[in-house]
């Protein structure tokens, strides 16, 4: 079955360091995005990805980055410079002209201690 | 893209139709309005949209007044499963444009027994 795939699921880091979550999507969706949310906040939107090798900043960028080497693969960096990173991260994919909208991966909820 | 207002939250009785409400009263002529939920956890479903004319499928209806200004979508027998936080988006169908939805705070729904 196509799908979108994040993991890990539930990741615990210590404040400071980086870490990267994962996002794979087997759709053969051009555009990739990812977004946080916090508790009982809607989404925002850190960075998105049209095609490959190329990635547009979102409404929450600082203390992100992104890469887009594959199709397939849109990994997100936690660096130490985000200030507040524990949230829940949602990872989508799209097609590109698509009237239905985007495919959600079912998260990653990144605790900092 | 057009803003959206939703209520903050919604109590339906299981069994009964769930009416959600969201009022979009800026939309322009070539924005589609799309409803998505989330389930505690996860990442958001994308449920139906629909430009002008009230639309249906398998998991909902969308009532979309004459002057586009507001839209209601049903849950037609609501079961303890339909509890989510539901979001109402409007956004033009781009081609490769700078394509990415906003999600605000939604509204929760809740199912009662």
């Known amino acids: 079955d196509g799908g979108i795939t994040q993991s890990p699921k539930y990741l615990f880091r210590k404040e400071g360091q980086n870490v990267t979550l994962s996002c794979e999507q087997n759709?053969?969706?051009?555009?990739m995005y990812w977004y946080r949310q916090d508790p009982g906040q809607g989404l925002r939107l850190i960075y998105y990805s049209q095609i490959v090798n190329d990635f547009q900043k979102g409404d929450i960028a600082e203390g992100y980055s992104v890469s887009r080497e594959k199709k397939e693969s849109f990994p997100l960096t936690v660096t130490s410079a985000q200030k507040n990173p524990t949230a829940f991260y949602l990872c989508?994919?799209?097609?590109?002209?698509?009237?239905?909208?985007?495919?959600f991966g079912s998260g990653t909820r990144l605790t900092v201690v | 893209d057009a803003k959206t207002t939703q209520p903050t939250s919604m109590d339906c009785a299981e069994g009964r139709a769930a009416n959600l409400p969201c009022n979009h009263s800026t939309i322009s002529g070539n924005e589609y309005v799309y409803w998505y939920r989330q389930i505690h956890s996860q990442g958001p479903q994308y449920i139906i949209h629909?430009?002008?004319n009230n639309e249906t499928n398998e998991m909902a209806s969308l009532i979309i007044t004459e002057d586009r200004k507001s839209s209601t979508l049903i849950l037609p027998h609501a079961t303890l499963r339909d509890t989510a936080v539901y979001y109402c988006?409007?956004?033009?169908?781009?081609?490769?444009?700078?394509?990415?939805?906003?999600f605000g705070t939604g509204t929760r729904l809740t199912i009662i027994p």
């Open positions: 629909g430009l002008k």
């Open positions: 989508a994919s799209s097609t590109r002209m698509t009237l239905y909208g985007y495919t």
């Open positions: 759709l053969n969706h051009d555009a």
């Open positions: 988006i409007v956004r033009v169908l781009r081609n490769f444009g700078n394509e990415k939805l906003t």
